[in-house]
């Protein structure tokens, strides 16, 4: 397996813990990016990136499955779990030294510190099966083969990051704790996981000017945006009043200092379970260091705050799923290199989890000289999997996990109950799958 990222160490632990042996090669700490700062494995970027727990949203049926799954990705979050209402959201630290301790100590995974440039490098050659799960980062080199192997160029897009803050050095005569309508509504926050910080429409209009008069790090020629992780500058460049309706909308809020609801407003959350440092929530940037702490600083409650953590912008890589890999998620040119995580078309860090799992499973049916098959299209997993590898649009852009994906039920339900009966299906759906595919490696 290359690359311990999250898709990395959740396919070699699944095989691990079902007697497969693997090496997982890893560049860290010879090598990091950008985006990350730790040597740990499985490092998270943002606490939230999990997002909501709730089983009627796509993604928390996802987490609910890997749970079904017995994921080890699963049980580590829920065990580093964070306050944030509805969300699931983790101390990142902890997660990725609970992670990295559990590879470290498995006797089955031979953790290997190196790069590895090329699917034709001599490390790999006594190996049967590969998984690249390099990430969306992965070295330039490793890039360039996998493209030549399977016969096409890379697409590219770039993600950015937000910035985060000490808490300590934040104005609390200004900036208040609370949830959006004092209750899990809205951001699913439970009261006092989040703070916020209120802005007058003067306020506002002051830091808008200077966010959009920003210097900014010079952009590629083939450089795109994931709408879901878009910069705010970028947003704020389609008019003034994008942020309101978008990530500082004001809706459900009220300043306790004036007792009515602020023009715009910036929530803040929590980064550890200490809840020392704040992540400034839809604030992901590609402004220059010295421009994010001019402007945000701007922002009332925030002129004197010190940054843990400047945003920024890291590339993304990943293939044309529905081109070059086939329903098991391995390569149809190479059929014995599997592609997981956000190298496949995947978006989002409970996705790659999840696809990981995909590759372990397919691999494991290999071994055994079984034919892999697709997870059930009625579950999140089996809907993003067969999304990505049979999409037959124009411009193929990584996917996050949602019920737009997953087979419409047979009956018409009301439109509050829908969520609830799509999840219901697919988790009776999984339990059906994973005792077929059980049954089949057992008879094998």
Not at 84 to 110: C, H, M, W, Y
Not at 192 to 199: A, E, I, Q, R
Not at 204 to 232: Q, S, T, W
Not at 394 to 415: D, E, T, W, Y
Request: aromatic share 8%.
């Amino acid at each position: 397996i290359v690359g311990a990222g999250l898709a990395g160490c959740e396919c070699a632990r699944v095989l691990a813990a079902r007697g497969v042996d693997v090496t997982l090669f890893e560049c860290k700490p010879k090598e990091r990016s950008k985006a990350h700062v730790s040597d740990n494995l499985s490092e998270l970027v943002c606490s939230n990136s999990l997002r909501s727990d709730a089983l009627a949203s796509g993604i928390g049926l996802l987490k609910q499955e890997l749970r079904d799954l017995h994921s080890p990705f699963m049980a580590d979050a829920d065990a580093c779990r964070v306050p944030a209402g509805k969300a699931l959201a983790v101390d990142r630290e902890l997660f990725s030294s609970r992670i990295t301790r559990d590879v470290v100590q498995n006797p089955r995974i031979n953790l290997v510190q190196g790069t590895i440039s090329s699917l034709e490098e001599a490390r790999l050659a006594p190996f049967r099966f590969i998984v690249l799960a390099a990430g969306p980062l992965a070295t330039e080199s490793l890039s360039q083969s996998l493209a030549s192997a399977i016969g096409m160029e890379h697409c590219y897009f770039y993600d950015a990051i937000a910035p985060i803050v000490w808490g300590h050095s934040l104005d609390y005569g200004i900036v208040f704790r609370g949830s959006r309508y004092g209750d899990e509504q809205g951001e699913g926050a439970d009261e006092g996981d989040y703070l916020n910080c209120p802005m007058t429409r003067d306020e506002y209009n002051v830091f808008y000017e200077a966010l959009c008069a920003a210097e900014k790090v010079h952009a590629r020629d083939f450089e795109k945006h994931f709408e879901g992780c878009m910069p705010i500058e970028a947003l704020a460049e389609r008019g003034p009043k994008t942020l309101v309706f978008g990530p500082m909308k004001p809706v459900g809020f009220t300043d306790p200092r004036t007792g009515r609801r602020p023009w715009a407003l910036l929530q803040l959350r929590a980064e550890s379970l200490n809840a020392a440092a704040y992540n400034l929530v839809g604030c992901q940037t590609k402004l220059t260091y010295a421009e994010q702490a001019r402007v945000f600083r701007l922002i009332p409650g925030m002129e004197n705050a010190e940054f843990v953590r400047f945003g920024s912008m890291h590339r993304n890589t990943y293939v044309n799923a529905p081109k070059v890999l086939a329903p098991d998620s391995s390569l149809l040119a190479r059929p014995n290199v599997f592609v997981a995580g956000q190298l496949s078309g995947v978006e989002g860090y409970v996705e790659s989890a999840a696809s990981g799992i995909v590759a372990a499973w397919s691999v494991m049916a290999r071994i055994h000289g079984v034919e892999p098959e697709a997870f059930p299209k009625e579950t999140a997993m089996g809907a993003l999997m067969w999304y990505i590898s049979h999409y037959d649009g124009k411009n193929f852009q990584p996917m996050n996990v949602n019920f737009g994906l997953i087979p419409s039920l047979a009956k018409r339900v009301p439109k509050k109950e829908k969520n609830q009966k799509l999840a219901e299906r697919a988790l009776h759906s999984l339990t059906q799958f994973i005792a077929d595919y059980s049954e089949s490696i057992k008879n094998a």
